[in-house]
């Protein structure tokens, strides 16, 4: 995908991309009992996002800590479930990541619920973090894909935040694989979640994606958020927008308004 398609896609000359964290579901240790309560979280938090002017949302099992590469049919069946209530409230574009890595059921589950994009954290690399080792998902989900295809597109990190590559391998002959093997768009983040790259970094990792559209995965504010929409085609906002920057709190309708005025004044149509 190029930068012209994806801009096409997504409605807009830059896109930002909210988060909506889902409380524990069931089959995580810290689920409270009621899906009726994580469906109306969530819900609140997307209506704040597009309320703000926010075109994309990421629905993200982000409550269900710690997290592995495997989860219990009953966790994908109500994120699924959940991804669905929210497909059928909003027109903005919406997105599935389910945490560790967890592709094939992605695809799954954004086929099932309508969704258009989904977020691969290890796309065509080995990398090694507190939920273990995870494998490359390119191969098995580019076959799930040609199973069932959907226009749903592929957005994948290389070297992302939380993990370390099994195996050294430069950043740009990963970036270079991930393009070919099929991502439609690529993710550079920072060390952790709320930790920026450097605008170096991202311009290097963008120089080597060529065409293809890069998104900021972590660490974007007010105060970064031009300097960085400069080189980069997008970006991913989760702590940012939440009450006082706190990734585990609710969004917060001030934050995001501030955020989309800001980038808005400094010329970019999102």
Same mark, same amino acid.
């Given at each position: 995908?190029?930068?012209?398609?994806?801009?096409?896609?997504?409605?807009?000359?830059?896109?930002?991309?909210?988060?909506?964290?889902?409380?524990?579901?069931?089959?995580?240790?810290?689920?409270?009992?009621?899906?009726?309560?994580?469906?109306?979280?969530?819900?609140?938090?997307?209506?704040?996002?597009?309320?703000?002017?926010?075109?994309?949302? #990421?629905?993200?099992?982000?409550?269900?800590?710690?997290?592995?590469?495997?989860?219990?049919?009953?966790?994908?069946?109500?994120?699924?479930?959940?991804?669905?209530?929210?497909?059928?409230?909003?027109?903005?574009?919406?997105?599935?990541?389910?945490?560790?890595?967890?592709?094939?059921?992605?695809?799954?589950?954004?086929?099932?619920?309508?969704?258009?994009?989904?977020?691969?954290?290890?796309?065509?690399?080995?990398?090694?973090?507190?939920?273990?080792?995870?494998?490359?998902?390119?191969?098995?989900?580019?076959?799930?894909?040609?199973?069932?295809?959907?226009?749903?597109?592929?957005?994948?990190?290389?070297?992302?935040?939380?993990?370390?590559?099994?195996?050294?391998?430069?950043?740009?002959?990963?970036?270079?694989?991930?393009?070919?093997?099929?991502?439609? @768009?690529?993710?550079?983040?920072?060390?952790?979640?709320?930790q920026n790259p450097t605008l170096e970094q991202v311009q290097e990792f963008a120089a080597a994606a060529g065409d293809t559209p890069?998104?900021?995965?972590?660490?974007?504010?007010?105060?970064?958020?031009?300097?960085?929409?400069?080189? @980069?085609?997008?970006?991913? #906002?989760?702590?940012?927008?939440?009450?006082?920057?706190?990734?585990?709190?609710?969004?917060?309708?001030?934050?995001?308004?501030?955020?989309?005025?800001?980038?808005?004044e400094a010329g970019y149509q999102v």
């Amino acid at each position: 995908m190029t930068k012209a398609e994806f801009a096409q896609m997504m409605g807009c000359e830059k896109t930002v991309i909210g988060m909506v964290h889902l409380l524990p579901l069931p089959g995580s240790p810290r689920y409270g009992g009621s899906m009726r309560a994580v469906f109306e979280a969530a819900l609140r938090d997307l209506k704040v996002l597009e309320g703000a002017g926010v075109k994309a949302a #990421i629905i993200e099992n982000f409550g269900d800590v710690p997290y592995g590469t495997e989860n219990e049919f009953i966790t994908l069946a109500c994120m699924t479930s959940v991804a669905a209530q929210l497909r059928e409230r909003t027109t903005m574009k919406l997105g599935i990541n389910v945490q560790y890595n967890c592709a094939v059921e992605e695809w799954g589950m954004a086929y099932a619920s309508g969704a258009n994009f989904i977020r691969v954290e290890a796309f065509v690399e080995t990398r090694v973090g507190t939920h273990g080792i995870t494998y490359p998902a390119a191969p098995a989900l580019m076959r799930e894909k040609g199973r069932y295809p959907a226009p749903t597109l592929l957005f994948c990190d290389v070297n992302t935040k939380h993990t370390e590559p099994l195996v050294p391998v430069p950043i740009a002959d990963s970036i270079h694989e991930a393009i070919e093997e099929g991502a439609d @768009a690529l993710i550079v983040t920072g060390v952790v979640t709320g930790q920026n790259p450097t605008l170096e970094q991202v311009q290097e990792f963008a120089a080597a994606a060529g065409d293809t559209p890069v998104l900021l995965g972590s660490g974007v504010n007010e105060k970064n958020a031009a300097e960085f929409f400069a080189v @980069a085609d997008g970006a991913i #906002i989760g702590s940012s927008f939440k009450e006082e920057g706190n990734v585990w709190n609710p969004v917060d309708p001030q934050r995001v308004q501030s955020f989309m005025q800001t980038l808005t004044e400094a010329g970019y149509q999102v």
